[in-house]
């Protein structure tokens, strides 16, 4: 596991209310670099701010058995729980 993945808390899920993939970004409304689908599991990492006051979270999650950081997404388009 990587050591992020040790450090959450929480798992989160994917739930964009739109119905399209989830846009991830390399930075808080930066440039568009993925996208995630609605139900995909995630750890957050961080949250930031962009310059109109909108939370951001950097995200990361398993794929093919490996950790991997995936980058920065809107925040109300994750939702979390305790395990």
Request: glycine share 10%.
């Amino acid at each position: 596991m990587g050591e992020w993945a040790v450090q959450a808390e929480s798992v989160c899920q994917v739930t964009d209310p739109t119905g399209t993939p989830l846009n991830v970004r390399d930075r808080p409304n930066g440039r568009i670099i993925n996208t995630l689908r609605n139900g995909r599991e995630v750890y957050i990492q961080e949250i930031s701010y962009d310059n109109k006051g909108r939370p951001w979270a950097k995200i990361g999650g398993y794929y093919n058995g490996q950790y991997r950081v995936w980058g920065w997404v809107i925040r109300e388009f994750i939702s979390c729980y305790n395990r």
